[in-house]
Structure formats: structure tokens, C-alpha cells
């Protein structure tokens, strides 16, 4: 079992940035990749941005060269740092985890951009 806690959520204006921490606990050995999806009412989550334990990073055509993904093993997290946020952005964002094939989540922190 893996657990994940967000934080960093908050509201800011077009054009600033946040970070978006996760911290993980649990068995945390067994994690293969993480990652940070987004989802607004109604709609179907998306994927933001995820990065495997070789490294390897990929990225939501929307966000790239705007958000980046990193991880601090020795702290147990993962960020998300967004840079030049758009109201667009603005979602209800979730940090995942991939273990052994079984997918966990957190229960999410809300980003709001104003215009």
C-alpha cells in the first residue's frame, strides 16, 4: 500500500507560479513511476506530467515548458513546480502512483488561476 498526501494548492493570478508538493508514505520501495494528473468537474482526469524511476519524464502538450516534474527521494516527494499559470490550469490537481501495476491516488488539491 502506498499513501499520498498533495499540498500547494491555493489560488493565484495568470502568469505566477506554484508548487505542488506530494508526500508519499507507505511502501514506497515499490513505486515504479509517478505523476500528476488534473480534473475539473465534469470532465475526465488528465494527465499532467509523470516520471519514471529511470528518469525518464513526459509531459501534457498543454504544460510543457511550463510545469516540471521532479522527485526528492530522501524527503519522500514529488513536485510539481507551474510556472506562467493560465485560468485554464485551473483544476483539481492529484499526485499517483504506480506500483507493481496498482495505481494510487491522493485525494487532491485545488489550483485556481484568475484572470
Known amino acids: 500500500q502506498v499513501q499520498l498526501v498533495e499540498s500547494g494548492g491555493g489560488l493565484v493570478q495568470a502568469g505566477g507560479s506554484l508548487r505542488l508538493s506530494c508526500l508519499a508514505s507507505g511502501n514506497i520501495v515499490s513505486i515504479n513511476a509517478v505523476g500528476w494528473y488534473r480534473q475539473n468537474p465534469g470532465k475526465p482526469r488528465e494527465l499532467v506530467a509523470v516520471e519514471t524511476n529511470e528518469g525518464s519524464t513526459n509531459y501534457a502538450a498543454p504544460v510543457k515548458d511550463r510545469f516540471t516534474i521532479s522527485r526528492d527521494r530522501a524527503k519522500n516527494r514529488v513536485y510539481l513546480q507551474m510556472n506562467s499559470l493560465k485560468p485554464e490550469d485551473t483544476a483539481v490537481y492529484y499526485c499517483?502512483?504506480?506500483?507493481?501495476?496498482?495505481?494510487?491516488w491522493g485525494k487532491g488539491t485545488l489550483v485556481t488561476v484568475s484572470s
Open positions: 499517483n502512483a504506480l506500483a507493481y501495476g496498482v495505481e494510487y
